[in-house]
């Protein structure tokens, strides 16, 4: 995807700490393995908060401050991850299972993010918030994702951890990279 000059491609999530972060990777390396799907490679495993947005980066730290300033009344809370889901016919994730804090949090960055920096999800404003961690992506081929789903529509993946912190991504015209973590 094209950039304009100065601009650079951003987004919030929660990343999970380990080893839930390394079991995430190792299923998406078993994708990319068994399946060809390497596109969930592109990032570290996260349940995104707010979708890719474009932001100049001479005002990164206006990004990061605001950003702090919003995480300091944020509460920690217990997050839960069960089983797998999809999104037929190309992704496979990991489940989150439902929570009212994580909804609050999502719901309280969207308002935030839209009356603070002025970013808005326009591209995604009818769907609604569906956490989940993603492991086989849309480069996941129609054929081999009803053989993959086969294989991990009964297995299970049980995990919980507090959240306590959201982080900013940078794209760096080919991975997702952690640039900043906000601690709360």
């Known amino acids: 995807m094209d950039q304009p000059t100065g601009m650079s491609r951003y987004f919030i999530a929660i990343i999970p700490p380990s080893p839930i972060e390394e079991e995430a990777m190792a299923l998406k390396n078993h994708f990319k393995e068994k399946y060809n799907s390497k596109g969930s490679l592109n990032s570290a495993p996260h349940i995104t908060l707010h979708m890719p ?105 049980e995990a919980s951890f507090p959240v306590n912190r959201i982080s900013l991504l940078k794209h760096d015209t080919r991975y997702w990279q952690p640039l900043y973590h906000f601690d709360f």
């Open 53 to 157: 947005f474009m932001w100049k980066e001479k005002n990164e730290e206006k990004l990061i401050g605001a950003l702090k300033s919003f995480v300091t009344d944020q509460k920690m809370f217990p997050i839960a991850l069960s089983g797998f889901g999809s999104f037929p016919p190309r992704v496979v994730f990991i489940n989150v299972k439902p929570s009212e804090e994580l909804n609050l949090l999502q719901s309280r960055l969207q308002k935030f993010c839209k009356s603070e920096l002025n970013l808005f999800n326009a591209q995604y404003k009818d769907l609604p918030f569906h956490p989940h961690i993603t492991i086989a992506f849309r480069d996941l081929k129609k054929d081999k994702f009803a053989v993959a789903w086969s294989e991990f529509r009964e297995k299970t993946f």
